[in-house]
């Protein structure tokens, strides 16, 4: 099936670095993707990665995939209380021949002060 | 300022009443979605809408209806067939960017409207 799934909730001390980790199912995935959501808002992209790379790096976040596992994870350095949020993956279908993404089920980070 | 907007936050519903959930984007992107959101399933896929006056059927499209007559618009409606509407709603649009030879699709999201049925 197409599910995307990942661990519902992690909880980091400020300024600890977060591991938030994300399994695929679509081989055929081109681009797959991270979203933030803030409490009681829409989605908002943080970052995506080509399916031909290991790792992308920008700034705090770091992505690293593992094409042969259908691996996923995003890596948040310096975590600030202003990261609590939901985060999702998400992977295209078919290539990205439909614009239909597959979110995973999110994971919430609570950081702690 | 471009952007997609979704009215109203709250809405609530007498068990048995349609009611249509509006979403506007002014981003001029061709693909709309709207997704149902529910503590710990993530976001799944209602309908989608890839240009105007077409769209297809996501994977719980039971008791909803849409509609695409404009570009801007892609209003949502939950029917009283709909066993367990009350939910946090959740509409996108959608444009692919170039990057190199390839493009990536990136999705837009709404604030959301929280539906509760009565």
């Known amino acids: 099936g197409e599910d995307v799934e990942q661990s519902l909730f992690l909880s980091v001390r400020e300024g600890d670095s977060s591991v938030i980790n994300c399994t695929y199912t679509?081989?055929?995935?081109?681009?797959l993707y991270w979203y933030k959501q803030e409490p009681g808002a829409g989605l908002q992209l943080l970052t995506y990665?080509?399916?031909?790379?290991d790792m992308k790096q920008d700034q705090r976040l770091t992505v690293l995939l593992n094409k042969k596992d259908k691996h996923l994870s995003l890596r948040i350095a310096d975590t600030q209380t202003g990261d609590s949020a939901i985060y999702f993956c998400?992977?295209?279908?078919?290539?990205?021949?439909?614009?239909?993404?597959?979110f995973g089920t999110g994971t919430l980070l609570a950081v702690q002060p | 300022d471009g952007g997609i907007t979704q009215s109203p936050k709250y809405l609530f519903r007498k068990e048995g009443q349609n009611v249509t959930l509006s979403c506007e984007q002014n981003?001029?992107?061709?693909?709309m979605y709207w997704y149902r959101q529910d503590p710990g399933q993530g976001l799944r896929l209602i309908y989608y809408?890839?240009?105007?006056?077409?769209?297809q059927k996501g994977d719980i499209a039971e008791g909803y209806s849409v509609s695409r007559e404009k570009k801007e618009s892609f209003p949502l409606t939950v029917t009283s067939a709909q066993k367990n509407p009350t939910a946090f709603y959740l509409c996108?649009?959608?444009?692919?960017?170039?990057?190199?030879?390839?493009?990536?699709?990136?999705?837009?999201f709404g604030p959301g409207t929280r539906l509760t049925v009565l």
């Open positions: 679509d081989s055929s995935s081109t681009y």
């Open positions: 809408s890839q240009i105007v006056n077409d769209f």
């Open positions: 996108a649009s959608s444009s692919r960017r170039l990057v190199g030879r390839g493009s990536y699709n990136e999705q837009f």
């Open positions: 990665i080509f399916s031909n790379m």
């Open positions: 998400a992977e295209s279908l078919h290539g990205g021949a439909t614009n239909k993404l597959i």
């Open positions: 981003l001029n992107h061709d693909a």
